[in-house]
């Protein structure tokens, strides 16, 4: 576990900077607060001085794994600590290995006394329902796979597939595929109902492949042979594995094929510019920290509120290389 003076060497601030931004103080910008305490979730640091922490209280938890996913968590935590402000409160963020069931099994929780929590990237609906009877609790970035009485805050992927399908279809590509990756697990079946019930509103065409790993891509080179020219893949991994089939298949991104997907952190260094909706993760982190304090009753248990994001133009869509291709 790092030391403050080691994060704020880390980070080229100064450890008194740091010492207010974990303490919830005033006179630290929200973007450079939510970068720190993102640095500290990643590294397993807490508020030095929580117990201190005056008047209302928002706790994040921050689920084990994507507290390295700094960019996303970064503007997440951005969001939260503009929204906690403007609801006359405090965001404090907590880095967790594994869900807990009670904030009883966090002694830096029991100091803090938060009056509602954030569960960022939850993993366990179980676990979550069973926060939820002791704080107001909001899921944020990972609805429940199926109906639940927990809030959540997260980006609506029935409109992000329809955009996605809309930007295919005035590029000119009238036939349409949609990959789905086993691993992608519930968002690849949002995703594949989203792009289903699209396809239909669309009246265009839409076959639907699922892979698992390596296996299932020949089914895809079928479709891509016999003119599918448009593909929306259910992940941002899943649509990096089709830029490397088509590479190695030697098919022409975007001419024989444009392929999108959905990105909701910064761009990997080294990888094609793939296409995809843009996810706003500071409007989601805002919105859901209103939401936990000022209206934890206001609201139907189970009522999700979902946040827009936007296409992203990359290098891998374009028009067909033709319009026997596209028709």
């Known amino acids: 576990m790092h030391s403050l003076r080691a994060l704020a060497r880390d980070l080229g601030m100064s450890p008194a900077t740091v010492s207010r931004a974990l303490a919830g103080r005033a006179h630290v910008h929200d973007r450079t607060r939510a970068r720190i305490l993102a640095a500290a979730a990643a590294a397993g640091l807490s508020s030095p001085s929580a117990g201190a922490a005056a008047g209302r209280g928002l706790l994040a938890l921050v689920a084990g794994g994507w507290s390295r996913r700094a960019s996303a968590l970064a503007d997440l935590l951005a969001g939260a600590a503009q929204g906690a402000r403007q609801a006359g409160a405090v965001l404090h963020s907590l880095p967790l290995e594994a869900a807990i069931s009670s904030l009883r099994e966090l002694p830096q929780a029991q100091r803090l006394r938060p009056s509602a929590l954030l569960l960022c990237f ?59 990756d ?73 001419q024989q094929a444009s392929v999108c997907g959905f990105f909701f952190s910064n761009r990997q260094p080294g990888r094609p510019h793939l296409t995809g909706m843009r996810g706003d993760w500071q409007a989601v982190g805002r919105i859901a920290a209103r939401w936990a304090l000022t209206r934890p009753d206001h609201l139907d248990p189970g009522t999700r509120l979902l946040v827009a994001s936007r296409v992203e133009a990359g290098a891998t869509t374009g028009p067909p290389a033709n319009d026997e291709a596209a028709g």
Do not use: K, N, Y
């Open 122 to 180: 939850w993993p366990d609906e179980a676990s979550a329902l069973a926060l939820s009877l002791e704080r107001p609790c909001v899921l944020v970035g990972q609805p429940p796979a199926g109906p639940s009485p927990l809030r959540c805050a997260t980006f609506d992927a029935t409109a992000g597939v329809m955009q996605l399908l809309d930007h295919l279809l005035e590029l000119g590509h009238r036939r349409f595929g949609f990959v789905t």
């Open 182 to 254: 086993r691993s992608t697990g519930w968002r690849g079946c949002e995703r594949h109902g989203a792009a289903t019930a699209a396809a239909a509103m669309r009246g265009v065409p839409l076959t639907v492949h699922a892979v698992s790993g390596p296996r299932g891509w020949s089914r895809v080179r079928t479709a891509i042979t016999a003119g599918t020219t448009g593909w929306i893949c259910d992940a941002e991994s899943t649509g990096q594995a089709m830029l490397e089939q088509c590479a190695h298949w030697q098919m022409a991104v975007p």
